[in-house]
Structure formats: C-alpha cells, structure tokens
C-alpha cells in the first residue's frame, strides 16, 4: 500500500511543506479541538484561520444555506455583500470602501497596484522578516520567505519595532535611500501585530511618525490586518487601532469566513476614487454570495459571542502564565496573538514536536524561528489555555534536557 | 428607502462594474436558471462558473458534508486532496503534478513566478487581447483589461489565431524582438480557446509551431485552461488538447468547484522539480479540504452526467442554428464555448441586451466587444438551446431595427 506521504511526494508539486516531524493526519474538527484519522485529538492553538473554533454550527448553517441557493459573482447585484460591507465598514472609525478578493495576497497585490497608480512611485517599504503573500508582487515585498525568492528593485525593508527602538527612523532612512535611487516612495505596509518579524505590540503608537513619514514622502501607508483583524489582539477589532493610526487601506484575509475562502480590501474614499475610475477591477469568486455569507455569519459570531473581549481575557491570563516560564525569555504580544521567545530556533522546533506529541498544536516563527507562535481560535477558554500552558511546560523540559 | 445600486455606490470600490443597462438583481439558481427578487427566470448562457448548473445538488452535498466535517489547510496531510490530484491528474495524457489556488489570477501569476525561475528570463508573450488575471502581473500580461492598465515591459503581444493566418509566425517575431532588447524569453501563454480575443479554434493544431519555437528559444508554454478546460469544448477535457500539444503548464481555475472558489496549476515533474526544491508555496486556502470536496464532486459530476459529450452535441447543434442568421458573420468555437461574430461592438451591446429583457443571458467580447460570447453550462439542454437560439433571433431584430 502506498503510505500517503509517497501519494502526496507523487501528485502534489514538490513546493508543498508539512508541519511537524510526525504530520498530522486530519479527519474532522470542532470548536478549538482537531481529530486525526487515528482517533487521537489536539488542541488546536495555531489556526487563526478559524477565530469562532472549527466548523462552528452558525457559519456551517449560512454556508450551507447560501450554497443550496445561489453562487453567482459581482457583476450581477446582490444583497449579502452590500449587507456584509455595511457591517465590515461600520468596525472602522472613519469612511471606507469595500474590494473583495479570495486570498490575502491577492488583497495585498491589489493594495499595491493601487499604490503604484496613484502615487506613481514605485517604492515599497516593509519590515526585515515581512510576510504579505505569494503572488509574484506580494512575494517581492515579503523577505520571510527567504533568500531564494528575491526581493524586486524597488522593495526596501526597515528593522521591526523591537521595543526601545525607533521604527519610524527606519522608514524615514528607507525614503531617504528610496529617493537617492530615483524610486518614489509608494507604500509602506506593515503586518499590525508583525507576526513573521516575531510579534512586537508595545508600544501602542509606534506606528504613528511612521506613517506620518511615508504620507509626507507621497506615499500611501497599508495595514495588513490578515493576522491581527477581527478581534485577535483583543482591545480593538483591528490592529492599526492600538497604534492611533488611520491607514489608507487596510488588507483583510484568513480569520474572514472562518475557512471558507475570503478575503478584502478596504480603502478611504479619496484614495480608491481615482483607481476606480480609470481601472475595472473583476476577481471571480471575490464577495461571491457564499463568501459574503461566510464572512457575514463570521463577523456576527465574533461580536456576538464576544469573541474579542474572550481573547483580551483568556490572551492576558496566558501570557501571564507563559512569561512564569524561566526559558522564555519574553512573551509578546496582543489578546490571542502571543509570541514566546525561546533562546534558539532549534529549542524552538523541538518545543512545537513535543507539544504535538502531547495534543497541542503550535508553531514556530521569527528570522530565528525561535519564538513560539500561539494563535488559538478566539474561542479558547481558561481551562484550555491551563492545558495549552501545561503542554509548554512539559514539552519545554523534554526539549530542554535534549539540548 | 436607498436603493440597492446607491447602496453598492456607497459601500463597495468604483472599480466594481455591473452587467446590463438593466443590471440583474439575483435571489436563486437551479440548473441552468437563475431568478431575480421579482420572481423573473433567467436562462444563464454565460456562467461557466457552473459547469454542473447552478446549485448542483452531487456538489452542494459534498460542499456540505466537508464544511461540516473539517476545512483547514495543506500543511496537515488530508485524503481528499490527493484523491482529487489522483482524478484531476487520470485527465492528463502525461505526468503531472499539481498546485492548488484560490483562483485562476493566483494560478496564472505563480506560473510566471516558475517560469521566470527556471528559465531565467523574465519576457513573456501574449495575444493582443488576452486576459489571464488581475493580480499585479497576471494584470501586466492582459492587454484586455484596457490602456489605463500598462502591460509590463518584458511582454510582447502577438496577433490571435484568425483562421488563415500563421499564429507561429507572430510568436517568432515576438521572440525576436525580445532577444533584440536583450531580453531572455520565459514563456509563452494562451487560453486555449482566446476567448477575450474573440474564440478561435480552427484549424485544429495551430499552436504546435508556436509552441515548437518559444521552447525552441528556452522558453516555457503555459496553456490556460480557465476557460476552456473541464469538458467545456466538448471533444476534449482540455482545450490544448485539441492542438495536439502537450504544456510544460496548465492553469485551471472558474468552472473547477462549480462555484466553490478553487483553482490550481498544473506542472510536469521535470519543470517544477527545481522551482520546488528551491520555493515553498503556501496558499492558505488553496486546496482546502472543502475546496477539494467541491473540485472532486465537480469533476465527478462532469464525467459521470457524460458533460463534455453534451457540451460536444448541443453546441455543435446550437452553433448550426445560430449560423443561420445572416446577420451573425461567422460562429466559432467547440462545444459549449461559443463566438458569434456580429458587425460592431454596438449591435452586439443591444442584441446582449435585448436578449436579458427577454430572459436570456450572455455577454459580448473580443477587442470590439462585437463577438457574442455564450457559455452557458455544460448541462444545457436542446430545448434550452432551441429557447436561446429563438431569443437571439428576437433581440437580432429589435437591435437591428434601432441602428
């Protein structure tokens, strides 16, 4: 019989990768808890794919609903994406508009022909470790995908905001070297919560001279809120908010529909009007109804079950109980965003094996793929984070006494 | 009371774009129907979204049972994503491996993003009026998306395949004239059925040459199959197939989950051995399991209900009908991907037009917007073609009454 990883060595393109040592064998899923095809179940505390837990009974039903019903596209009119935008736009503070698209990097592609339009400068600037998605333009712009993928001309890249440091300096200095190439400055686009630089929160504001720096050379600023958007970090619905800043646009993906494929892009006004007037932008499956049903369902369990306030809460009780760890030097982050920095990446991975090893499901990121990444459904409760915070000290001691 | 086009004015990007002068505002679909909120039915001959027909009852079951069940990403081993690759792949006549995505944009632009790593070069040729996608660089080689939309400096555009005329030809002189400006070629790319250059398909093999000559100067030949794969030619499963070649690339995208947003590439092993060693690529929702379950049900569907061979007789059956109208030029196409060639652009708004108004619906293309395109899906039947053919005849009359 061949084994499924031979299957999969034979069908699938060479550029698929799998988590862990041992991959996971995935049968079916509920709440915060996934199922393997052995009867074995992990406690799932990396998908922010899925911030209402998976195949929550609300989303399923409008999912379902909305494919027994209709599955068109844009072109002709229909209610559940004028119904979600009005609910989407009514979390932002000030007038915007609503693209909808499939994937985050589409979002984020998009975001960046619309920068080069109306600036048109072509220089974008982001952090060291950046991830904004795997289109030829937005793999340009994201160096965490390593040394094999180039960064294009006329990207410049900024050290994050590792606290005590000034991230607007870095932006400034990046125009000034833009511009002593004859590039004009397009965008600048950070991931709110800098997820693959290794997840830097405080302090709230540093973005602000920042922004008011690329804005000053011309350029547009871009908050990629496909990590830190609907209610992840806890106090605000976006991760812009905790810095005091009004972004031009703002890039929305994974957590949307829960799973089903949605992604968006929201823009000011005065910043969308003058692409699209001269420019007819079609994406096929974006804001179609099943997606603007998913999205919807989505949105209104995150407000309803108060999903935000449970990740400010359960997120402030598990980095307390993290940080009393003496081998993590730091723990990060925003709500159920949470960084935990281990002293190497190597500690690290064999932290996220032994964690698996013993149901929980995390991962491992940073330019030293040494902090450990925690991005539990915002469902999580208390006693689940007491297990996930059980599993890390336990995994912990094995990698330890390995080292 | 605001009305639903002030709504979508307000709250959705000016770059959305609505069909009809009379645009469609859409409740329900069943097959090859769809109905508005006032209850009015609407013979769809445009979708090829849905292959299968609207709200396939095979693939909402599948869709249903799998959102129910789990939906998360690649990085967890899963069955059904390679026992669809195992399906998807049987079509092809030599081996293959695939890549999912989220939409024919993303399978389009990591096609470039492969072929410019193997090959090194960046050219890429085109036909003068191609469309492969609305990402930064898919946008870049889609001269269909109008002037205010600038190609890339590395691309070249060649004449379509106008019967007659020598389609190598032009891609040689393409070649040339990027290695005079010293650039290397990295691909040629069609859609097999040149659909936005207005449906060409005769005579059967004109692309062996052209293919023949961009490898022959080290490039790669992508065949899109957006539009013409998934039976909808009607005597192949893929439109190159028809010319007797066989791709280095193969993108698949709109009519793959009758609707489920899913799309994907597929490489022979030699060509995306080193890409793939080299790049990992991760598309968060790109063959998700539900995404799968839709794509196989789909696929299942298309052969089980014998489609391709229904798309083979009644297009052959409705493109002898529509030939008989003199005041349509010519009729092209294979299967149900049909081009009816009318004087100018005009004409064939109206005739678009009229036939909406009488509950039919189809759309007009080619660089003077003067082709009716009609694309209806796959399980249209004779009495439905014999209701579109009646309707063009009406809304041919009325159109041409008021030039």
Chains 1, 2 share one sequence.
Not at 77 to 86: E, M, Q
């Amino acid at each position: 019989m061949t084994s499924i990883l031979e299957r999969r060595q034979k069908l699938l393109s060479p550029s698929y990768r799998l988590f862990y040592d041992d991959p996971l064998h995935l049968l079916s899923g509920r709440g915060a808890w996934l199922t393997d095809v052995h009867g074995h179940r992990f406690l799932d505390a990396y998908n922010n794919v899925v911030p209402a837990g998976h195949c929550h009974p609300r989303i399923v039903a409008a999912i379902v609903a909305q494919t027994e019903r209709l599955n068109t596209h844009t072109r002709y009119l229909h209610d559940i994406i004028l119904d979600y935008a009005d609910a989407l736009l009514a979390t932002f503070s000030f007038p915007a508009q609503a693209t909808f698209t499939c994937s985050g990097s589409e979002a984020n592609d998009l975001a960046i022909r619309i920068a080069r339009h109306i600036t048109g400068g072509e220089g974008i600037i982001v952090t060291e470790n950046a991830y904004h998605g795997v289109t030829s333009t937005t793999a340009e712009i994201s160096p965490s995908l390593g040394k094999s993928v180039n960064l294009g001309a006329h990207v410049r890249t900024v050290p994050p905001p590792v606290a005590g440091t000034d991230f607007a300096a870095g932006v400034r200095s990046a125009i000034v070297d833009l511009h002593r190439h004859g590039i004009r400055p397009a965008m600048l686009v950070v991931d709110t919560i800098f997820s693959s630089d290794g997840v830097f929160s405080e302090p709230a504001g540093f973005l602000i001279d920042a922004v008011e720096a690329i804005r000053g050379a011309g350029g547009l600023f871009l908050a990629d809120e496909v990590q830190s958007g609907f209610g992840r970090t806890g106090t605000h619905m976006w991760g812009f908010e905790r810095h005091g800043v009004e972004p031009d646009m703002i890039s929305l993906g994974k957590p949307m529909g829960n799973g089903y494929p949605v992604a968006g892009l929201v823009c000011r006004p005065d910043v969308i009007k003058k692409f699209g007037s001269n420019i007819r932008y079609f994406n096929t499956f974006g804001g179609n109804p099943v997606a603007m049903a998913a999205a919807m369902a989505t949105l209104c369990v995150i407000q309803d079950e108060n999903l935000m306030q449970n990740a400010h809460s359960v997120g402030t009780y598990l980095r307390t109980q993290l940080a009393r760890y003496k081998h993590i030097k730091d723990v990060r982050g925003a709500g159920l965003f949470i960084g935990a920095e281990l002293t190497n990446g190597q500690l690290a991975s064999r932290v996220v094996n032994e964690m698996r090893a013993r149901g929980v499901l995390i991962n491992a990121s940073g330019p030293n793929e040494n902090i450990l990444k925690i991005r539990p459904p915002l469902i999580l409760s208390n006693e689940q984070a007491d297990m996930l915070n059980d599993v890390v000290g336990a995994a912990l001691e094995v990698a330890l006494a390995n080292e």
